[in-house]
């Protein structure tokens, strides 16, 4: 017996929609390697028609007030709530995380998030109005940018989605968003949710590939593009609204180090950097996946980490004692265990280093030490479960190492010495710095980093700015 597969579709000016080609992708649970649904491979006049519906609706939500913006994204904050058991259902199947860890650990920050822009759609500020010059006034107006083009990555599916459209919508913008290819039912859903709420055009959805994300970019209608994914598509992206001066928000790849000191606790340093290594199957560019650890305490901490990834268990999404599950598609499995395979003869492997299982993505939890700075391991960004360990003889050096890689999104300190650990946040160049922790994140605060991990923000008021310009009115007091 065939089981009939999920029709996906697009979400256009208010309608759900076929490609107009009739093309289609397969969408694959990766917990199952099984093809669940099939998802619309938008071409041109798909992307046409959604750009065309988010700029008829744009000049009647620019004019919304923040008051209306606010009720608007408060009622998508509720329903979101309402319909939390099949919204992570849906984000379940997408990507093969565990159902309970995505109810408790996604989906309430997720709505916190769009609670939040709610209410900075109320608060812009700015500088006040004065006479900068005789006999004139000026003030500045923040506006909304237009339509922007929005993409969000497979790894946090639900998630980056609210952190695409919830600052564009909240400061006035309407918004055309593409999820992965291989992870678009649940921003489907997200869609059906909001239907009820937004006026038709103001947020759109279409489903695709690389190519209807490229055309997406390079259409004329968005004022700004804004991705979320690899720094090669970070680079094209780029380059392609380059052409007509677009704006653009780039939140690329990470490599975040995570420096261990002597007097560090080292056993709740090993549980937590575990916990923020193996999160999400280390599918994070925050996760905790490059630590740097005192020479004196290496031997100890080595040993305490790979007792840790042996304990840690990954599975099905109903499993209820596992952290995390499988990898995102079958190129994601090759290129993690790929680093493992490439490893110098200096390198060892102290926990981990294969494939759990023959059904679907999932790779072991995995600790390699004895690494260098140059290698292949260290300066590239791995996405998947595996946490590596070098030394460092004292403050200078675990800088050095800690900045030297071509990512500059986050990175921890573990130690007692609050001297020390100002000391590092200042000269380390991230985007953020935990201290003593890592991975917390909060609406009030900014996420976004240097280097080759992009520009812009998400997240607090100066991801909310970054959908707004800036226009300055002057008049004369003479009449």
Excluded at 40 to 48: E, Y
Excluded at 141 to 147: L, Q, T
Excluded at 466 to 476: E, L, P
């Amino acid at each position: 017996m065939t089981t009939e597969l999920r029709r996906l579709r697009n979400y256009i000016g208010g309608e759900f929609k076929d490609a107009a080609d009739g093309r289609t992708t397969e969408v694959v649970n990766p917990a199952t390697g099984e093809v669940y649904a099939t998802a619309p491979l938008s071409g041109q006049a798909d992307v046409d028609a959604a750009m065309a519906a988010a700029a008829a609706a744009f000049p009647g939500w620019r004019d919304t007030t923040p008051a209306e913006r606010q009720k608007a994204l408060l009622k998508i904050a509720d329903a979101f709530e309402a319909r939390a058991e099949e919204l992570v259902a849906a984000e379940s199947e997408n990507t093969g995380k565990p159902l309970g860890l995505t109810a408790s650990e996604e989906l309430p920050p997720m709505v916190d998030q769009i609670r939040f822009f709610a209410g900075a759609a109320r608060m812009l500020e700015g500088r006040s109005a004065g006479e900068y010059m005789d006999g004139m006034t000026s003030i500045i107006r923040r506006e909304p940018v237009g339509v922007c083009a929005q993409v969000a990555p497979w790894n946090y599916p639900m998630m980056m989605a609210v952190w695409k459209f919830a600052p564009a919508i909240a400061a006035g913008n309407t918004v055309v968003l593409k999820p992965s290819d291989t992870t678009p039912a649940s921003t489907v859903l997200m869609a059906e949710i909001i239907d009820s709420v937004l006026p038709k055009g103001v947020f759109n959805v279409i489903c695709g590939d690389r190519e209807t994300g490229k055309a997406m970019v390079e259409h004329s209608v968005p004022a700004m593009a804004s991705i979320t994914g690899s720094v090669r598509a970070g680079m094209q992206v780029a380059e392609s609204a380059s052409k007509d001066v677009k704006r653009v928000h780039l939140e690329l790849g990470g490599k975040a180090p995570v420096v261990v000191f002597e007097d560090a606790d080292i056993a709740k340093a090993v549980e937590d950097i575990a916990v923020a290594g193996y999160f999400n199957a280390g599918q994070d560019c925050t996760a905790a996946t490059r630590v740097l650890v005192h020479e004196s305490i290496h031997d100890e901490f080595v040993t305490a980490l790979a007792k840790a990834a042996t304990d840690t268990k990954t599975g099905q999404p109903d499993d209820e004692d596992v952290l995390y599950g499988p990898l995102n598609n079958p190129n994601q499995l090759k290129q993690v265990a790929g680093f493992i395979e490439r490893l110098p003869a200096h390198a060892k492997v102290e926990a981990g280093g294969h494939q759990v299982g023959e059904k679907g993505y999932f790779y072991a939890p995995t600790v390699v030490s004895g690494l260098k700075q140059d290698d292949e391991i260290i300066q590239n960004e791995v996405f998947g479960p595996v946490i590596t360990v070098q030394s460092f003889t004292d403050e200078a050096q675990a800088l050095q190492y800690a900045n030297d890689v071509e990512y500059a999104l986050a990175s921890s300190v573990w130690t007692k010495d609050h001297a020390r650990a100002m000391r590092m946040s200042k000269n380390l160049d991230f985007g953020c710095v935990w201290i003593n922790t890592h991975i917390p994140l909060v609406a009030e605060m900014p996420h976004g980093g240097y280097k080759k991990s992009g520009y812009g923000k998400d997240l607090s008021a100066y991801g909310f700015e970054d959908y707004t310009r800036i226009k300055h009115v002057m008049t004369s007091l003479d009449g």
